[in-house]
Nanobody, 120 residues
Framework: QVQLVESGGGLVQPGGSLRLSCEAS????????PAWYRQAPGKQRELVAA???????TYPDSVKGRFTISRDSAKNTVYLQMNSLKPEDTAVYHC??????????????WGQGTRVTVSS
């Protein structure tokens, strides 16, 4: 059994910062291509950051320069540092990863999400 659990969301004023964490637990051999997505009310889920095993990162233009994804493989944790937050960043943020389990099968996992609200 594998779980992804996000934390770190909350209410922040425009221009503020938050750091989201996503910790994976369970029968894990490796975590592949972890990423952060967000879904705002009435909108489709969108990718906001991804990181490969060699550390290459990907961001859409809407968050480039403001968001930074990182990972601590020893802790099975992925982070999303969000700076200069805007009201349009308000959404539920989910982490996603393809995880190789101890039965040597790769599954696609999603966390339950953590809500970020940017408002004055």
């Amino acid at each position: 059994q594998v779980q992804l659990v996000e934390s770190g969301g909350g209410l922040v004023q425009p221009g503020g910062s938050l750091r989201l964490s996503c910790e994976a637990s369970g029968n894990i051999v490796s975590i592949n291509a972890p990423a952060w997505y967000r879904q705002a009310p009435g909108k489709q889920r969108e990718l906001v950051a991804a990181i490969t095993s060699d550390g290459t990162t990907t961001y859409p233009d809407s968050v480039k320069g403001r968001f930074t994804i990182s990972r601590d493989s020893a802790k099975n944790t992925v982070y999303l540092q969000m700076n200069s937050l805007k009201p349009e960043d308000t959404a539920v943020y989910h982490c996603n990863a393809r995880i190789t389990t101890t039965d040597w099968v790769i599954y696609d996992y999603w966390g339950q999400g953590t809500r970020v609200t940017v408002s004055s």
